[in-house]
């Protein structure tokens, strides 16, 4: 696949995904129209060799695998979620002639990139059909329905020198000036637009707000890639159109967790037990098992920071990725990344192979190191493993930039471990 098909798929991808249930949904679409088999897990597994399945959990994590004769997997994770405003259970609030809504932060967002924009709200809603059945169905409201008002300049002389965002007060998305506002009308008619007229009673729901702006190139040469949620989906759409791109002979599973955002602390993270639970219903024979995880390999699929050229001390500046100077290798002495000279060597040497460049990144020494799936599932597994990602500016911002290079390259070097 060429760099321009590359490209445009993935800004489809992330216009299509403003939830993990809904990037989730779209991964699975994509699986069943390049052949693989659906699994469900409250159901017997009867594996077929030489064919290729997925299974879906919580409808927000997902994992997809080739099954040839060969054992000595290419595994590659990514995360689902990204840093966002979710919506509280009870979240309408009538004040001061303005209908808003109270909001939860999830992860860590960069607060002030919220204000001022054009914002739209999706997730999961769970109702009572006429059949008296629970179901849950995916929303998207697909328009700007709220937005976050910055407090003007005259009312905050300091606001651009010492301004501090309180998360309780100072993010409720303003909707609408009507009073009479229904906020079970207003469910009702989400689940409207999904086709579901009938909802004899709206139990639950997990919504969030997102961006309306649109996925774009930037740049004199659209050198840039700019988007809401780059952190992560750009490494699930990597890691999946990888899978969908190798011969089904060849041993390869990609799994994208929900939570790592949070700690990856649940049944859907990288810290539960949805890898190794399907790992171990595929290989059910323990020496089988423990074969196959030594002969395997585990690449975290997770954006790095890129030095930022207003901000270049923030780097060691012999560890400093750039934006489209290729994919990032990411290393921390303290196990916070789980890259080792055995796994790096091994991705070197097949990129080097193709042409396709590679960085080195590793914080300054005096600064605090996030952290991946990627110590997690070596941990759980005691599989090798490797932290990679595509270089980005403003993680956790609600608009991300990366290079319009980099995505590709690791997809280039992902088919090329796996065709080793």
């Not at 490797?386 to 290079?403: K, N, Q």
Request: glycine share 6%; charged share 20%; proline share 4%.
């Amino acid at each position: 696949m060429n760099k321009q098909d590359f490209n445009e798929g993935l800004l489809g991808f992330l216009d299509a995904s403003p939830t993990p249930f809904h990037a989730t949904e779209n991964m699975v679409g994509m699986f069943i129209n390049a052949g693989f088999v659906r699994l469900y897990e409250e159901q017997k597994w009867v594996l077929e060799q030489g064919k290729k399945y997925f299974v879906v959990r919580n409808n927000s994590s997902i994992i997809a695998f080739t099954y040839p004769k060969e054992k000595n997997y290419v595994m590659v994770g990514a995360h689902t979620d990204s840093p966002n405003l979710k919506l509280k259970p009870n979240p309408v609030i009538k004040e001061h002639g303005m209908v808003k809504f109270g909001v939860e932060t999830y992860g860590g967002l960069l607060l002030n990139s919220w204000f001022d924009r054009d914002l739209s709200l999706a997730g999961r809603v769970s109702y009572l059909d006429s059949d008296n059945i629970i179901k849950d169905a995916l929303v998207d409201a697909k328009r700007a329905i709220a937005i976050i008002p910055s407090l003007a300049i005259h009312l905050d002389r300091s606001a651009n020198e010492n301004r501090s965002i309180n998360a309780q007060t100072d993010i409720c998305p303003i909707s609408t000036t009507d009073m009479d506002f229904s906020w079970d009308t207003f469910l009702r008619e989400l689940l409207a637009q999904s086709g579901i007229e009938e909802a004899q009673e709206i139990y639950a729901h997990e919504l969030a707000f997102y961006d309306t702006q649109k996925a774009s190139f930037v740049g004199l040469n659209e050198e840039f890639i700019a988007s809401a949620r780059i952190d992560n989906l750009l490494s699930c759409y990597v890691g999946m159109l990888a899978l969908c791109s190798i011969d089904e002979a060849k041993p390869m599973l990609f799994v994208a967790n929900d939570h790592e955002e949070i700690g990856s602390q649940s049944a859907v993270g990288a810290e539960g037990s949805f890898l190794h639970s399907v790992l171990r219903r595929v290989f059910r024979e323990h020496e089988e098992f423990e074969q196959m995880i030594r002969a395997s390999l585990f690449v975290s699929a997770d954006n790095a920071h890129a030095i930022h050229p207003n901000f270049p001390a923030k780097h060691d500046a012999a560890h400093a990725p750039r934006i489209n100077g290729g994919t990032v290798i990411k290393v921390n002495a303290n196990q916070r990344y789980a890259s080792n000279a055995k796994t790096i060597a091994r991705f070197c040497n097949v990129a080097a192979s193709l042409g396709e460049p590679t960085q080195n990144f590793v914080m300054r020494s005096d600064m605090a190191c996030g952290s991946t799936i990627g110590p997690i599932t070596a941990a759980k597994l005691g599989i090798d493993t490797l932290d990679v990602g595509v270089p980005t500016f403003a993680m956790h911002s609600i608009r991300e930039l990366c290079g319009s290079d980099d995505a590709h390259s690791l997809y280039k070097i992902l088919v090329g471990l796996c065709e080793r």
